[in-house]
């Protein structure tokens, strides 16, 4: 089967976001089963691609940058920020030049890409309406109309790009409820794990504990989220055990996120080299989630460590976790509560570490997830 897969971020590149655990892992074992064809603006002249790809990576022409009347027009501003209009003309010109015999869009962004277009995949990584209004809720006054726009803007584009496509795949089974609702043919493709080597283990009796929150930083999401452990959870966490130090781990943390270091217990440390050493030397994860939406890479990540992961109910549920795989809370007394609990319990925190890396290793398999998009694209050649 001929397929041409688009994404605004291209899968031979390092991402520091999820897309390195998501689109990076998951396109060289879609090209074991089709003839694949992968377009991202990203790309370039695509001379600087490894020789050894089992797809055919497309050149991208340049792509101008996003402006004004992006965040003025009918669709959403954050469209044009990883994909941009030319990004949609070229797509059009390699839809009508390779005849494929489905388009994938993975991700909501390309999705304008694909409209009109029979036989389309769309991958949703996350219901962005839902985004947006949690976006909005935690917002402040002067921003509010902003981004009542932007989700007023957001749920139009979404809810017709998911009716539009002739097959929808989303990542958790939240998702795949809502975008059900709009269109027949939904899979769930959970993204696999590899559960590797690494395993964590508690630290030697002695040391400060160390809880790690991680994720993109520039990401507004995970700033919020940095911001409400510093300010919400941890000061009745530091009033019961003084000595614990929050470790915020993630690419770009915008300056206001780099202010809370002020707080010598509080590191910021930027992008890593690898984040599963900050996890593996860690006490505990911590792993809230304010705005969001879909399948939380850093609790998967997390879990396949053994890593104690303490969540609220959101992403949670996205994994099927219960307490006896997660420490769940969603208010911040009740989060520091769970997160004092791993500290004054640290056998106990283990074993529902070790529990739920068994749980991510069974649920979240790769094989299940390509077969979910093959599906997909089945459905989706008959159109």
């Not at 030049?97 to 990584?125: K, M, N, T």
């Not at 911590?286 to 998967?300: E, Y």
């Not at 989060?335 to 319990?345: M, P, T």
């Amino acid at each position: 089967m001929r397929t041409l897969l688009l994404s605004p971020f291209a899968p031979h590149l390092h991402h520091d976001h999820a897309a390195s655990d998501t689109i990076v892992q998951l396109v060289p074992r879609l090209a074991k089963h089709v003839e694949l064809f992968v377009y991202s603006p990203q790309t370039g002249s695509a001379i600087d691609a490894p020789n050894d790809l089992d797809y055919t990576l497309l050149p991208a022409g340049p792509q101008g940058a996003a402006g004004v009347a992006a965040r003025l027009g009918p669709k959403p501003a954050w469209l044009r920020q990883a994909w941009p209009k030319q990004a949609t003309r070229e797509v059009h010109d390699l839809i009508n030049r390779l005849r494929p015999d489905v388009v994938h869009a993975e991700y909501l962004q390309c999705a304008e890409a694909i409209a009109g277009v029979p036989r389309s995949v769309l991958g949703i990584h996350d219901v962005t309406e839902n985004v947006m209004r949690q976006s909005l809720l935690a917002s402040s006054l002067p921003k509010k109309p902003y981004r009542l726009a932007e989700l007023w803007r957001t749920a139009a584009f979404e809810r017709e790009a998911i009716r539009n496509a002739a097959a929808v795949l989303t990542l958790s089974e939240a998702d795949h409820s809502v975008a059900s609702r709009y269109n027949r043919s939904v899979f769930l493709a959970r993204p696999g794990i590899e559960l590797g080597e690494l395993e964590w283990r508690p630290a030697a009796v002695g040391p400060s504990p160390v809880l790690v929150f991680a994720g993109a930083m520039w990401r507004r999401a995970n700033a919020l989220i940095a911001h409400f452990l510093v300010h919400e959870v941890m000061p009745e966490v530091w009033r019961r055990h003084p000595q614990t130090q929050l470790r915020i781990v993630g690419a770009r943390p915008p300056h206001d996120v780099i202010e809370l270091a002020a707080d010598p217990r509080v590191v910021v440390t930027g992008e890593v080299p690898d984040i599963r050493t900050e996890m593996l030397s860690s006490t505990a994860v911590l792993a809230p989630s304010i705005v969001g939406g879909g399948v939380l890479m850093k609790v998967v990540h997390a879990m396949a460590l053994g890593c104690p992961v303490v969540t609220s109910s959101g992403p949670a549920a996205s994994v099927q976790g219960d307490a006896s795989v997660l420490f769940i809370a969603d208010e911040a007394a009740d989060l520091a509560a769970a997160v004092c609990q791993v500290l004054s319990d640290p056998v106990a925190a283990a074993a529902v570490g070790r529990a739920g890396r068994r749980h991510v290793g069974d649920l979240f398999r790769w094989d299940d997830t390509v077969r979910a998009y093959l599906d997909a694209y089945e459905i989706a050649s008959r159109q």
